[in-house]
């Protein structure tokens, strides 16, 4: 795995992060967790590169 970012993600409980078409790393809440609501997790933003991207156990976003 290859690491893109620089500034590590900080995870909450009930929430799925992704790279969003603009760069950044949203957090959005899972079905489980109906009173949550979308927000901006990182301040850096992500040229994306082709391929899949997610954000890893350590924080950081990852490809292959």
Do not use: H
Not at 6 to 28: A, E, F, M, N, Q
Not at 33 to 44: D, L
Not at 53 to 64: A, I, L, Q, S
């Amino acid at each position: 795995m290859v690491r893109i970012s620089k500034t590590k993600i900080v995870r909450k409980p009930g929430y799925l992060y992704y790279l969003g078409k603009d760069g950044y790393v949203w957090g959005s809440p899972m079905k489980s967790n109906s009173k949550g609501k979308k927000y901006k997790a990182g301040t850096e933003k992500i040229e994306r590169p082709k391929g899949l991207c997610w954000v890893g156990k350590e924080g950081y976003v990852e490809t292959k």
